[in-house]
């Protein structure tokens, strides 16, 4: 190994942060002003303005954890790599690692909050090059029960106008003016998250018509770019004369990868084509007790789901059962028998149509599962 020998290699002009980060194998700089430095030209001194930079487009995130990326102005990286080349010197810290672990610092010490490279809250992205730094936040997953009056449909629907586009009809949102659960809880939640940017996994549907009771339909909503990651456990939404409620709400601790399978105690009111006799509501009981039946889905594999229960009383042709059902059934076609066997209309011998039915409790069986749960949020 041959000596290097002070001046046999021009000196870099540097400034004492860039000198100092090429470690103790490097010959001696000249250490200069920023500006001056052949490096960064003086980048590295605008990193207390950026943290305050930071600082100022965080104001709106509640976040616990944060992360720092830098983006260079063109050239800065570039120089350090032909420093390091020209004088053979490896290993070192590189500039972008070192500003990001300042502008981290600043941060942590202005916020108090911790650095969390591999799951943070929010992202900051320090752009040197612009001046500014951006912030992206992590979603977040919210879970919530809801129950519901008549006349509310579950999901919002297309605007069958524009089918989606937007016009005068549907005010240029592409979606029906009318009241959903979906739309109640997206007004809601908005107001909670401060992002309007949501994606519901709902645990089963129900009827426009269909009452949904307590404790309520299971949920999970994903909120992107939140400003806000805490949740209420219960709140309310008006939607026209009834209420939208929300209870047992929580905040997930990431992205479920398996969703529960859930059975339901529905109330069916049905109309049959002729008088139902008092045997026929007998063999209903015995033939839905803890009965399979299969559901032929078209493009679909044939689904088998269990029918619990089911207790009926007849009026002449009018029909009130009550039946325990696996999600997945479709309560309207275990009635009629469309595509469903065996139904309340195969086992009585007489069409019945479906004319309404409520969800009066939801069971989920087995539990949700993450891809990955942070440490730190066991604990909640
Ligand atoms: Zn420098
Ligand atoms: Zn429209």
């Known amino acids: 190994m041959k000596d290097r020998v002070p001046g046999a290699v021009p000196a870099y002009k540097l400034c004492q942060w860039c000198s100092g980060r090429q470690g103790a194998e490097a010959p001696p700089f000249d250490v200069v002003p920023g500006r001056e430095c052949f490096v960064c030209g003086g980048v ?5 303005q950026m943290f305050k930079m930071a600082g100022r487009r965080l104001r709106p995130y509640e976040f616990r954890t944060f992360s720092v990326g830098v983006t260079l102005p063109v050239g800065v990286q570039e120089r350090e790599d032909e420093l390091r080349s020209a004088l053979k010197l490896k290993g070192g810290e590189t500039i972008k690692v070192q500003m990001a672990k300042l502008v981290a610092a600043g941060i942590s010490e202005s916020t108090g909050k911790k650095v969390d490279k591999a799951r943070p809250d929010v992202a900051i992205l320090s752009d040197f090059g612009r001046g500014d730094a951006l912030v992206s936040s992590k979603p977040v997953f919210y879970y919530g029960k809801y129950t519901k009056p008549a006349g509310v449909a579950q999901r919002r629907a297309l605007c069958g106008e524009c089918r989606g586009g937007g ?32 994606v519901f996994t709902w645990l089963g549907s129900e009827d426009e ?11 999970v909503v994903e909120v992107k770019g939140p400003k806000k990651r805490q949740f209420p456990r219960k709140f309310g939404a008006r939607v026209g004369g009834g209420l939208v409620a929300v209870s047992s709400g929580r905040m997930l601790p990431s992205k479920p990868v398996r969703i529960p399978s859930f059975r339901f105690k529905t109330t069916i009111r049905a109309t049959a084509a002729s008088k139902v006799q008092p045997e026929g509501i007998s063999e209903l009981h015995a033939r839905f007790r ?28 009018a029909l009130v059962i009550d039946a325990e059902l696996d999600g997945g059934l479709p309560v309207k076609r ?6 469903v066997s065996p139904s309340v209309t195969e086992v009585l011998k007489t069409e019945v149509g479906c004319r309404s039915f409520d969800i009066c409790k ?19």
Do not use: Q
């Not at 029906?176 to 309007?196: M, N, Q, W, Y």
């Not at 018509?209 to 949920?219: A, C, H, I, L």
């Not at 493009?299 to 619990?308: E, F, L, T």
């Open 167 to 198: 016009c005068s009809e549907c005010k240029g949102t592409g979606f029906k003016v009318a009241p959903s659960v979906e739309e109640a809880l997206r007004t809601k939640l908005l107001r909670f998250a401060g992002s309007d940017r949501m």
């Open 334 to 339: 275990f009635v009629s028998g469309e595509l």
């Open 362 to 380: 939801v069971r989920e069986i087995g539990a949700f599962e993450f891809g990955e749960i942070a440490r730190d949020e066991e604990k909640n």
């Open 44 to 48: 590295l001194d605008s990193v207390p």
């Open 290 to 317: 803890r009965a399979t039946v299969t559901f032929e889905r078209p493009n679909n594999r044939p689904a088998v789901k269990m029918v619990y229960s089911v207790r009926a009383r007849a009026r002449g042709r």
């Open 209 to 219: 018509d269909s009452r949904v009771f307590p404790p309520g339909r299971p949920f």
